[in-house]
């Protein structure tokens, strides 16, 4: 009996997937529930269990394809012995004849189609490119979608005049190397960092997007972490950082904000009456956002934890799908790498995202005096369809007056 190896469902909003790679060979005998394949997406990676024990009859697709739920990606024949995969089958057969050594031909080159991915041949054949012409970037000179999609576009660039002949002995410096001698290296994007850029480039043409600043002192806090931080530890076996005062803040201003909570829908605004909080953590293969759910309810403690099991996940590749599904709100703190200033991207369908910024001490006018305190930057990105400018402003004020004095923070729950 053969049973499909198919995509997955992947989680919201994510249809389509990489092979990033296959962790069995055609042949192999594989347990139900083993890792068979390893997919990529715009959020994690992760891999596709063998549903049940066999051998791997068949790869369908191979490394390096996009592929979208429910695809199939291979065969597991159940019927079929693992000593086939182990190979005993092939030891008990009878051994060929000896014949006089000669040389092996060389192999022959696959035909353009047949190094070509399924999307690719579809996609060629509405371009009507010939797929003899496009260069492979592919595992072992595979052409992808992209590949085609690339040589189209290279096509479509508008021809210069021709220059006259020159004769044949011109300058070689007049001639355009194809290369720079100096080296170039060509990297093939992740469908992560594919879909970053796609999501911040639709982001931007989406909404009406406006950034909005002000500047915390953060002397309250920082004297009031440097007082508490060493009985906070004692009593729940972790530090108190700058992220859970102003998860807490966030979610304060907020809910004087609604608006800001909200998504676009059609016509329709959605006003969300709970706080899914995206905390924004930078990976390897780029950013990604986890979710601490119903952030309202958490404690200073439970956040604090909450983020470090996140970071732990990021490090070491284990996020889930369910991390990162969802999310009222995101804050992002480009000041753990020494961001002074900057204006974040809405993170979509969410409609406001808050950007935190380095710590720095500034000379300030306090009470008719210049004074030296530690002063941050933070910076509001919205989207002024459904939030007003006045609401934005109001927003990053409620968040001042919070963080400024943390008992209000602690009474306001």
Do not use: C
């Amino acid at each position: 009996m053969a049973t499909n190896i198919t995509v997955p469902t992947l989680g919201e909003s994510v249809v389509e997937a990489t092979i990033a790679r296959w962790l069995k060979k055609e042949g192999d005998a594989v347990k139900a529930g083993e890792g068979v394949v390893e997919l990529e997406t715009d959020k994690v990676d992760l891999e596709v269990p063998a549903e049940k024990a066999g051998v791997l009859s068949k790869i369908a697709r191979q490394a390096g394809e996009d592929v979208k739920i429910g695809d199939v990606l291979g065969i597991i024949d159940e019927s079929a012995s693992a000593a086939v995969a182990n190979g005993e089958a092939k030891t008990n057969a009878t051994p060929p004849a000896e014949t006089a050594p000669t040389q092996e031909a060389a192999p022959a080159a696959p035909a353009p189609e047949e190094r070509a991915t399924p999307v690719a041949k579809r996609v060629a054949a509405e371009q009507g490119v010939d797929l003899g012409v496009v260069s492979g970037a592919g595992p072992g000179g595979r052409v992808t979608k992209q590949d085609v999609e690339n040589y189209v576009r290279t096509q479509q660039q508008p021809t210069q005049p021709s220059a006259p002949s020159v004769p044949a002995t011109a300058s070689p410096a007049a001639a355009k190397p194809a290369s720079d001698p100096r080296g170039e290296t060509r990297q093939r994007m992740s469908r992560r960092r594919r879909t970053i850029a796609e999501r911040l480039v639709q982001a931007q043409q989406t909404a009406a997007m406006l950034t909005t600043f002000n500047e915390i002192d953060m002397s309250a806090v920082m004297e009031l972490r440097k007082r508490r931080n060493e009985q906070f530890e004692k009593r729940n076996g972790i530090k108190v950082g700058f992220m859970s005062f102003f998860t807490k803040a966030a979610i304060g201003a907020l809910k004087a904000f609604p608006p800001l909570n909200a998504e676009i829908q059609g016509d329709e605004i959605v006003l969300k009456h709970y706080y899914d909080i995206g905390i924004a953590v930078g990976a390897e293969e780029g950013l990604v956002v986890p979710v601490l759910r119903n952030a309202d309810r958490l404690s200073f403690a439970e956040i604090e934890r909450a983020i470090k099991d996140v970071a732990q996940k990021v490090q070491k590749n284990t996020l889930t799908i369910d991390d990162l599904r969802g999310g009222t709100f995101t804050i992002t703190n480009g000041g753990v790498f020494g961001s002074l200033l900057s204006t974040p991207i809405l993170n979509p369908p969410q409609v406001a995202i808050l950007g935190m910024h380095k710590i720095e001490e500034r000379p300030i006018a306090l009470n008719g005096q210049v004074v030296i305190r530690p002063m941050m930057y933070v910076a509001l990105s919205y989207d002024h369809r459904i939030v007003d400018g006045r609401e934005a402003v109001q927003f990053l004020v409620k968040m001042k007056e919070l963080l400024e004095e943390p008992e209000v923070l602690l009474l306001e729950g």
